[in-house]
């Protein structure tokens, strides 16, 4: 495919560059405080790292279910506003409300009714944004254009890590208020800025429709065809993507506890100790997407997980508020290498525009299958070994992530697979 060749197609996918990056920003930044926050309010009724683990990883079960079915209404979806922008018109504002009740839900049976119901409408719009970019971008610039989307996704980061050292200690029910301001905020910048109707991806999915015969591509079809090619570099990628999910959730979902039981912190202090490893991320995320450009992306994804998993692995031989910072900040710059690419590996490898929501949801559902069960697992873990341990737990996971991904490489290398 040819890039973009003039200067008005440069402004468009500038714009629209930004506008999904809002939209992610503005999910992201309740979820990233649902990760900080929420697991402090399950342990004031549960003693089990463990169950708190599982519970915290409840709504990346959810997605296993929700966001292929989602995704694959989405592709199929026709309208005038396009086939992504309304289920986000719906869904971002109905979580934004759900998200604010969180804090008020006193009782465990209410709390954990409460995070469900905002799990499952959160995750019915959570592929959808992300699926808006290889719509409107060629392949040859999503690597850089995702890197911009991730480095608004790292913001929440900062976002959540501010509002936990000003706000979560003195006010914890007001402190869940801004993230969703900010979701309703970025749904209505979106809704009156994007029309995906013209889209790249969605005009020649109207023109496969014609030549097709028929609109409804069978999700069962694309899932079986991924699972039965003999290039298996695509379930390869899909399993790389599980086990990465799995170290990193662990670490962001059971930080804050590690940081009271370990460090000895405040809930707010743990919850902010994220601040400066958000900043590495963002430092890292576009030069990410440069080398892949010069070295290869799986070079880099491999890279990347590498760097993430030693360097927590260090931080875990003497744990200290120091050492911890500096081993997230190395392995967040490191995480860059893996986010910013993996997606977009998989975009490319898409073999159709009319299955690019779907594809985009095979990395968010096995990003979510690996976030459902890495924090239990790294809790039971945690449950053996203690708290002390918890980063060389999370190490061990990413380095069964590396081991899948060097496989994937052998099959680039084996059927010269451009990615």
Same mark, same amino acid.
């Given at each position: 495919m040819s890039t973009l060749a003039t200067p008005a197609d440069r402004r468009t996918a500038r714009r629209i560059t930004f506008y999904v990056a809002l939209a992610v920003f503005a999910q992201e930044a309740t979820w990233d405080f649902y990760d900080a926050q929420v697991p402090p309010l399950l342990r004031e009724h549960i003693a089990s790292a463990a169950v708190v683990g599982l519970l915290m990883g409840m709504d990346n079960l959810l997605g296993?279910?929700?966001?292929?079915?989602?995704?694959?209404?989405?592709d199929n979806t026709r309208t005038r506003w396009g086939r992504r922008i309304p289920y986000l018109a719906v @869904?971002?504002?109905l979580a934004a409300v759900l998200f604010t009740l969180i804090p008020l839900a006193t009782a465990l049976p209410?709390?954990?009714?409460?995070?469900?119901?905002?799990?499952l409408a959160g995750n019915t719009f959570k592929p959808i944004a992300q699926a808006l970019l290889p719509d409107f971008i060629e392949p040859q610039r999503r690597g850089r254009a995702n890197a911009f989307v991730k480095i608004a996704s790292g913001l929440t980061v900062l976002v959540s890590a501010l509002i936990s050292a000003f706000l979560v200690d003195d006010h914890p029910k007001l402190s869940f208020t801004v993230p969703a301001v900010l979701m309703l905020v970025g749904t209505a910048v979106l809704v009156w800025r994007v029309r995906d109707r013209d889209s790249r991806g969605y005009q020649a999915a109207l023109t496969e429709d014609e030549g097709a015969g028929e609109q409804t591509t069978r999700l069962r079809?694309?899932?079986?065809?991924?699972?039965?090619? =003999?290039?298996?570099?695509?379930?390869?990628?899909?399993?790389?993507?599980?086990?990465?999910?799995?170290?990193?959730?662990?670490? =962001?979902?059971?930080?804050?506890?590690?940081?009271?039981?370990?460090?000895?912190?405040?809930r707010g202090e743990a919850g902010s100790?994220?601040?400066?490893?958000?900043?590495?991320?963002?430092?890292?995320?576009?030069?990410?997407?440069?080398?892949?450009?010069?070295?290869? =992306?799986?070079?880099?994804?491999?890279?990347?997980?590498?760097?993430?998993?030693?360097?927590?692995?260090? @931080?875990?031989?003497?744990?200290?508020?120091?050492?911890?910072?500096?081993?997230?900040?190395?392995?967040?710059?490191?995480?860059? @290498?893996?986010?910013?690419?993996?997606?977009?590996?998989?975009w490319n490898l898409a073999p159709s525009s009319r299955v690019i929501g779907v594809y985009t949801t095979l990395y968010t559902v096995s990003w979510a299958i690996g976030g459902f069960l890495g924090?239990?697992?790294?809790?039971?873990?945690?449950?053996?070994?203690?708290?002390?341990f918890m980063l060389l737990d999370i190490a061990l996971l990413c380095a069964l992530a590396v081991a899948v991904v060097l496989r994937v490489a052998v099959v680039h290398r084996r059927h010269a697979t451009s990615f």
């Open positions: 296993i279910f929700v966001q292929p079915w989602i995704a694959n209404r989405s @869904g971002m504002p209410a709390l954990i009714a409460v995070i469900f119901v905002y799990a079809d694309v899932l079986t065809e991924v699972v039965r090619d =003999r290039d298996r570099s695509r379930l390869l990628l899909v399993c790389t993507v599980l086990l990465f999910a799995c170290a990193w959730f662990s670490s =962001r979902a059971l930080f804050t506890p590690y940081g009271m039981e370990t460090l000895g912190l405040t100790l994220t601040f400066p490893s958000g900043i590495a991320f963002l430092l890292a995320a576009y030069p990410a997407a440069l080398l892949a450009e010069r070295i290869g =992306r799986i070079r880099t994804i491999t890279i990347g997980m590498s760097v993430f998993g030693v360097s927590l692995a260090l @931080g875990g031989l003497a744990p200290s508020p120091t050492t911890t910072v500096i081993a997230f900040c190395v392995g967040a710059a490191g995480a860059a @290498g893996f986010v910013i690419n993996a997606a977009v590996v998989l924090p239990g697992l790294v809790g039971a873990m945690v449950d053996v070994t203690g708290w002390r």
